[in-house]
């Protein structure tokens, strides 16, 4: 007949090992954002909502350009230059999809879909920088163009393009900077949820769990 401490120890044994299983499948659950810290995951909702209204609002800034370049074709090669890049479309569609994609991932924040995000966000933090650019040497190119304006053949409808040309370039501006801010917080949302998540697998690591299997 089995003493008591002998059961004791027996039954310490396989709670233990009862305890084991549920710990190690939470441990290989990836959950870069704690689901207990709702505001995280709205913040990342309301990022991407905010990248997806950007998108649309810049793809339709490039129809109008696109409709002011038609109405205005003698002055096409002075002030369309973003409209030639095609930066209002794949731009647009670029950040429409990171948007979404940030969207699902706050909502129910997977691995596959927190790592999507994060890759789409960098993508588009390069497109951004790159519409910078373009949008950067349209608005030059623009101030340049205003000079020859007086020799054209139509001077008011040559000033009048080249201000409604600036007007809309300006908007994209104002919404690519917007855009490259939110991309940067995005990210960076990500990597301090990434931090923190390696952080409390350094702190509780595989030998803990051993221990309590084989207690000494």
Not at 81 to 98: E, Q, R
Not at 106 to 112: I, S, W
Not at 139 to 155: E, H, I, M, Y
Request: hydrophobic letters at 40%; glycine letters at 8%; proline letters at 5%.
């Amino acid at each position: 007949m089995a003493s008591p401490e002998v059961e004791k120890a027996e039954l310490g044994t396989a709670s233990a090992g009862s305890r084991v299983g549920p710990e190690v499948e939470n441990n290989s659950v990836y959950q870069p954002i704690d689901r207990s810290q709702n505001y995280q995951r709205e913040e990342l909702q309301v990022l991407g909502t905010v990248q997806i209204l950007t998108g649309a609002i810049i793809m339709a800034l490039g129809v109008f350009l696109g409709s002011l370049q038609n109405a205005a074709h003698l002055f096409r090669h002075f002030f369309f230059f973003t409209f030639y890049t095609g930066y209002p479309l794949w731009g647009a569609v670029f950040f429409i999809s990171s948007g979404s994609i940030s969207v699902a991932a706050g909502r129910n924040p997977t691995r596959m879909l927190m790592q999507n995000s994060f890759g789409m966000n960098i993508s588009s933090a390069t497109i951004a920088l790159l519409g910078l650019i373009f949008l950067s040497i349209n608005l030059a190119v623009n101030s340049l163009s205003f000079k020859g304006c007086q020799s054209s053949p139509s001077p008011d409808l040559c000033i009048y393009t080249g201000v409604s040309s600036n007007g809309l370039v300006s908007l994209m501006l104002i919404l690519t900077v917007l855009e490259l801010c939110v991309t940067i917080s995005v990210s960076a949302l990500w990597c301090r949820a990434n931090c923190c998540s390696s952080r409390e697998e350094v702190s509780s690591p595989p030998d803990s769990v051993e221990s309590r299997v084989h207690p000494h």
